[in-house]
């Protein structure tokens, strides 16, 4: 696993927050973003926050000073770090499970995006129940377009070991019938899922105009 120094700038959780929003970090790559470096001369940051979030998912959220000092390398002023930002959150969002059953669902969780000028690409990824694990902008584009690489887009849907997706974009255009490129695009990513064992259950584009849902249209199989 190479150092955060190795990797390019634009990978780098920080680099990647100001680009993309804090959304589109991965659990690992928000906790790097809040410890910011390792524990000590020989240790590196995202192995450590390989660990956190290891801890994270095995106590669902619920952890203690105690806990979190135990890995080694997260010290006091870290595990201070992160115990602060759950308590902010607990105190401040109340977090319930979405389960999508159609469409409509969908619409609140990416209406970020609707005025946006550049086309953001988003991946929802989701348990075997369709409850929404992670929401994530993939990539941001340019006016009227956006370049998706299936390893992009399913690199994080693996780690959150994801039964299925639903994507979405945006058309700055305002148009919502799909282009050539957004259906290509879409065949590609379903042949991914394919071979990977994840079922593309939607894709949704959205505009000030509306949305328009390949599934609702018959171009999901």
């Not at 619920?62 to 105190?91: P, V, W, Y």
């Not at 075997?128 to 887009?153: F, K, M, W």
């Amino acid at each position: 696993m190479k150092p955060i120094k190795d990797m390019p700038e634009f990978s780098r959780p920080r680099e990647k927050l100001e680009e993309k929003g804090v959304e589109a970090l991965s659990d690992y790559e928000l906790v790097t973003a809040i410890i910011g470096s390792g524990g000590g001369e020989g240790r590196d940051v995202r192995s450590l926050s390989y660990k956190v979030v290891n801890l994270i998912r095995e106590k669902k959220g619920d952890l203690s000073l105690e806990e979190l000092t135990k890995i080694e390398g997260i010290g006091l002023a870290k595990a201070s770090q992160i115990l602060a930002g759950f308590e902010l959150a607990r105190r401040h969002i109340v977090v319930e499970t979405v389960k999508i059953t159609e469409a409509k669902d969908v619409l609140p969780l990416i209406g970020r995006i609707t005025s946006k000028q550049q086309e953001y690409f988003i991946c929802i990824s989701l348990n075997g129940a369709n409850e929404v694990i992670e929401n994530r902008t993939v990539t941001v584009g340019l006016l009227d377009r956006s370049q998706v690489h299936p390893c992009e887009v399913f690199a994080d849907v693996i780690t959150d070991r994801a039964a299925s997706v639903i994507f979405a974009h945006n058309h700055p255009s305002g148009a919502l019938e799909p282009s050539n490129s957004d259906l290509k695009i879409q065949e590609q990513l379903t042949e991914a899922g394919r071979i990977l064992g994840i079922k593309v259950l939607d894709h949704i584009i959205i505009s000030k105009k509306g949305y328009y849902s390949f599934q609702e249209n018959g171009l999901v199989h």
